[in-house]
């Protein structure tokens, strides 16, 4: 993930918000967001090549989201892939304060920034800068910087996800909202190491490179009752593909819904 907008406890009905757009090269193969067969609690996507992931839920109420750190001017260590601290923790069937301990005896690997927890109870780290912190009540934004920097992105990305929210929470219209191709001014560019035509190519919310862009958009929802929506739209070079929504009661004894082929407001109904 490249841009992660969370609002936590900002909601009359909705106490975790999160709507995020996935950045990668288009040529790394990607599965796209399911229940996993090996692991039927979890769904999210997967990554083909390194075989982690960079967003996911389980049944359970359990989620973690993951971007780069970027910084170009530092070495990167040789180590495993980022996504499998998201996948570690969707299968490791704890609670997100046993996490920690894992968290802070991590192998060294390239930097990353991690939000996770279980409902609206969040936890944010950066590794290997930042020790995990629980994250407070309010809007929070996070790239590839740490968490709540003031990227323009970030901040765009805010404003954006809360205007799209009324008094009732669409999955659809917080995808819409994502797909922002907007550059930030050059005066408000971070300095991560990358050439100013390079930063400014990934300054928009969503990316349309010809060899690198938003790859998939993706919104997380917990209605106060407990349910989950995990609602994910793909994008093909640019362009709309499909949008899938899945949703799971934590409380329920049931099996999570299966994938559905357009949005609904799944949520209010309960």
């Given at each position: 993930?490249?841009?992660i907008?969370?609002?936590?406890?900002?909601?009359?009905?909705?106490?975790l918000?999160?709507?995020?757009n996935?950045?990668e090269?288009?040529?790394?193969?990607?599965r796209?967001?399911q229940?996993w067969p090996?692991?039927?609690?979890i769904?999210?996507?997967r990554?083909l090549k390194?075989g982690?992931?960079w967003?996911?839920?389980?049944c359970?109420?359990?989620?973690?989201?993951?971007?780069?750190?970027?910084?170009?001017t530092?070495?990167?260590?040789?180590?495993?892939?980022r996504?499998?601290?998201?996948?570690d923790?969707?299968?490791?069937d704890?609670?997100p304060?046993?996490?920690?301990?894992?968290l802070r005896?991590?192998?060294?690997r390239a930097?990353?920034?991690?939000?996770?927890g279980r409902?609206s109870?969040a936890?944010?780290?950066?590794?290997?800068d930042r020790?995990?912190?629980?994250?407070e009540p309010?809007w929070h934004g996070?790239?590839?910087a740490?968490?709540?920097?003031?990227?323009?992105?970030?901040?765009r990305?805010?404003?954006?996800?809360?205007?799209?929210?009324?008094?009732?929470?669409?999955p659809e219209?917080?995808?819409?909202?994502?797909?922002?191709?907007?550059?930030?001014?050059?005066?408000?560019l971070?300095d991560t190491g990358?050439p100013?035509d390079?930063?400014r190519?990934?300054?928009?919310?969503?990316?349309?490179?010809?060899q690198?862009g938003?790859r998939?958009?993706?919104?997380?929802?917990?209605?106060?009752?407990g349910?989950f929506?995990?609602a994910?739209?793909?994008?093909v070079?640019g362009?709309?593909?499909?949008?899938?929504?899945?949703t799971c009661d934590p409380?329920?004894?049931?099996?999570?819904?299966?994938?559905?082929q357009?949005?609904?407001?799944?949520l209010?109904?309960v």
């Open positions: 993930m490249c841009l907008i969370m609002g936590v406890e900002v909601h009359p009905d909705y106490p918000i999160m709507a995020s996935r950045d090269f288009y040529a790394r193969p990607t796209p967001a229940w090996s692991a039927p609690h769904c999210a996507g990554d390194a982690g992931t967003c996911g839920l389980t359970d109420g359990r989620w973690a989201a993951l971007t780069n750190y970027r910084d170009f530092r070495p990167v260590p040789d180590g495993p892939t996504g499998t601290v998201v996948t923790y969707l299968h490791a704890t609670a304060e046993q996490y920690l301990a894992a005896t991590l192998t060294p930097p990353f920034n991690l939000l996770f409902g109870t936890y944010y780290m950066a590794h290997p020790a995990p912190e629980a994250v309010g996070l790239s590839n740490y968490l709540d920097t003031p990227w323009p992105k970030v901040n990305g805010k404003q954006r996800i809360i205007d799209a929210i009324g008094d009732r929470v669409h219209a917080l995808l819409d909202a994502l797909h922002d191709t907007q550059p930030a001014p050059d005066s408000l971070p990358l100013l390079r930063e190519q990934v300054s928009p919310m969503f990316i349309t490179g010809e690198y938003t998939a958009s993706t919104v997380m929802l917990q209605h106060r009752s349910r929506l995990f994910e739209r793909l994008y070079y362009r709309e593909a499909t949008t899938r929504t899945f409380t329920s004894a049931t099996p999570p819904d299966t994938a559905r357009a949005s609904t407001d799944l209010v109904s």
